[in-house]
């Protein structure tokens, strides 16, 4: 079953999925993600200004595959550069169904749910996906991958990575192929700016601490963000319900009342507070003046809830094996039982046809036993006649 954080499907749903949607459900826009999902990322930035043709190749496939009337690429007030060379590679095609829309640099103007509704005025419902409104959203470098695949043949196998951050000495984007070290990436950059540099993969809000750069570059890996060693870890302090985390969430959720929730392990309970709408965006924790790490708790939470109806899945097949196995066993018997019975009558009237026949038999041997008596009486019978010429 496929996650339903909304966070997870902006960076991990498979295209394939996104792009079948059903006859049923008519598209009237796709979406081109064109905002950088987090301060410091500036990957779909480089890629635009360097990949228009791609990527607007792409876009056509996929407006040919969901039926899509009109395309809004979305890209962030900060990037002119990249407006530009859409808009003028846009004429330079006569590609008319396609618009480029500016949206605001405000983080998370690149969360899929919040741009949509900035670019359609829709909200997708809770729980749903964008097909629900109308919408299929991809970003740009899927729009270039698919370009890729379609016109070269040629899987997904490079991509543009942002190394970044002020642990590294020259900041730099790459268009590297899957796998290459993240070492690698940090000497092309010219290497970290001190020792002992954090790394994260991702971003200032929503990355995942690395424990080294021995690790490849994955088809999820948008940004190396290598920082300075943090000088003190804040202590964290408990929850003084101050509400500055509902007034920072762009979800509309309400933060303390997820983490109280998912601290105790009433699971049930941060569900029904909406804990799948949560985009792990993490403006929460970094308003929290209680320096609570709230996204941790969210993610353990979700976690928590897949594990647990994973098993319950489990148990549930487990059952149904178990109910069809008795099931088998008991047709087997009752097979077997109606096989003997029917053997039995068999042999009963096999029984029944050799006692008939040898009725029959017996019948004959009498009727031939009187026959050969009657004739023996009548040759006893018969006058004893005497010949004229025989001797006196
Ligand atoms: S911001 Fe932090 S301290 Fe304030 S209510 Fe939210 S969790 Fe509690
Ligand atoms: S609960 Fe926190 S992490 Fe989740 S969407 Fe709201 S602000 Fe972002």
Same mark, same amino acid.
């Given at each position: 079953?496929?996650?339903e954080?909304?966070?997870?499907?902006?960076?991990?749903?498979p295209?394939?999925i996104?792009?079948?949607?059903h006859?049923h459900?008519?598209?009237?826009?796709?979406?081109?993600n064109?905002?950088?999902c987090?301060?410091?990322?500036t990957?779909?930035d480089?890629?635009?200004q360097?990949?228009?043709?791609?990527?607007?190749?792409?876009? #056509?496939?996929?407006m040919?595959?969901?039926?899509?009337?009109?395309?809004?690429?979305g890209?962030?007030?900060?990037?002119? #550069?990249?407006?530009?060379?859409?808009?003028?590679?846009?004429?330079a095609?006569?590609?008319?169904r396609?618009?480029?829309?500016?949206?605001?640099?405000?983080?998370p103007?690149?969360?899929?749910k919040?741009?949509?509704?900035?670019l359609?005025?829709?909200?997708v419902?809770?729980?749903?996906?964008? $097909?629900?409104?109308?919408v299929?959203? *991809?970003?740009?470098?899927?729009?270039?991958a698919?370009?890729?695949?379609?016109h070269?043949?040629e899987p997904?196998i490079?991509?543009?990575?942002?190394?970044?951050?002020?642990?590294?000495t020259q900041?730099?984007?790459?268009?590297?192929?899957?796998?290459?070290?993240?070492?690698?990436?940090?000497?092309?950059?010219?290497?970290?700016?001190?020792?002992?540099? +954090?790394?994260?993969?991702?971003?200032?809000m929503?990355?995942?601490?690395?424990?080294?750069?021995q690790?490849?570059?994955?088809?999820?890996?948008?940004?190396?963000?290598?920082?300075?060693?943090?000088?003190?870890?804040?202590?964290?302090?408990?929850?003084?319900?101050?509400?500055?985390?509902?007034?920072s969430?762009?979800a509309?959720?309400l933060?303390?009342q997820l983490?109280?929730? $998912?601290?105790?392990?009433?699971?049930?309970?941060?569900e029904?507070y909406?804990l799948?709408?949560?985009?792990?965006?993490?403006?929460? $924790?970094?308003?929290?003046?209680?320096?609570?790490?709230?996204?941790?708790?969210?993610?353990?939470?979700?976690?928590?809830?897949?594990?647990?109806?994973?098993?319950?899945?489990?148990?549930?097949?487990?059952?149904?094996?178990?109910?069809? *196995?008795?099931?088998?066993?008991e047709?087997?018997?009752?097979?077997?039982?109606?096989?003997?019975?029917?053997?039995? +009558?068999q042999? #009963?009237?096999?029984?029944a046809?050799?006692?008939? +026949?040898?009725?029959?038999?017996?019948?004959?041997?009498?009727?031939?036993?009187?026959?050969?008596?009657? $004739?023996?009486?009548?040759?006893?019978?018969?006058?004893?006649?005497?010949?004229?010429?025989?001797p006196?």
């Amino acid at each position: 079953m496929l996650p339903e954080s909304s966070a997870w499907a902006a960076r991990y749903f498979p295209s394939a999925i996104k792009l079948n949607v059903h006859d049923h459900i008519p598209v009237e826009s796709l979406i081109i993600n064109g905002a950088e999902c987090e301060p410091y990322i500036t990957c779909d930035d480089r890629l635009m200004q360097e990949q228009p043709e791609e990527i607007i190749g792409g876009i #056509q496939i996929m407006m040919h595959i969901i039926n899509a009337p009109q395309c809004l690429i979305g890209v962030e007030d900060n990037k002119p #550069q990249a407006i530009a060379t859409l808009q003028a590679t846009l004429t330079a095609m006569d590609e008319t169904r396609v618009q480029v829309i500016t949206v605001p640099t405000l983080y998370p103007t690149g969360s899929e749910k919040q741009l949509i509704q900035i670019l359609t005025g829709k909200e997708v419902p809770s729980g749903g996906r964008p $097909a629900n409104v109308g919408v299929v959203c *991809h970003n740009t470098a899927t729009a270039r991958a698919i370009y890729r695949a379609i016109h070269h043949g040629e899987p997904l196998i490079d991509r543009y990575v942002t190394v970044t951050g002020e642990g590294i000495t020259q900041p730099a984007n790459f268009d590297v192929p899957l796998g290459t070290p993240i070492q690698h990436l940090v000497e092309q950059a010219g290497g970290y700016a001190q020792p002992d540099p +954090q790394l994260l993969d991702g971003r200032p809000m929503m990355g995942v601490k690395l424990p080294s750069d021995q690790i490849p570059i994955v088809k999820a890996t948008n940004c190396i963000l290598i920082t300075r060693p943090a000088d003190t870890t804040p202590t964290v302090m408990p929850c003084i319900r101050c509400g500055r985390c509902a007034q920072s969430c762009p979800a509309s959720l309400l933060p303390q009342q997820l983490y109280w929730h $998912a601290r105790a392990r009433e699971f049930e309970k941060a569900e029904n507070y909406h804990l799948f709408d949560c985009i792990e965006c993490g403006c929460c $924790a970094y308003v929290c003046p209680s320096h609570i790490p709230l996204v941790d708790y969210y993610r353990f939470a979700k976690a928590e809830i897949r594990t647990q109806r994973d098993a319950k899945n489990k148990a549930e097949r487990a059952r149904e094996r178990h109910d069809f *196995h008795q099931e088998r066993l008991e047709r087997a018997k009752r097979e077997k039982a109606e096989k003997l019975a029917k053997h039995k +009558q068999q042999a #009963q009237a096999g029984d029944a046809d050799d006692s008939k +026949q040898a009725a029959i038999r017996a019948a004959l041997e009498r009727a031939k036993a009187k026959k050969a008596q009657a $004739a023996a009486s009548a040759n006893a019978a018969a006058p004893i006649t005497h010949s004229e010429n025989a001797p006196e």
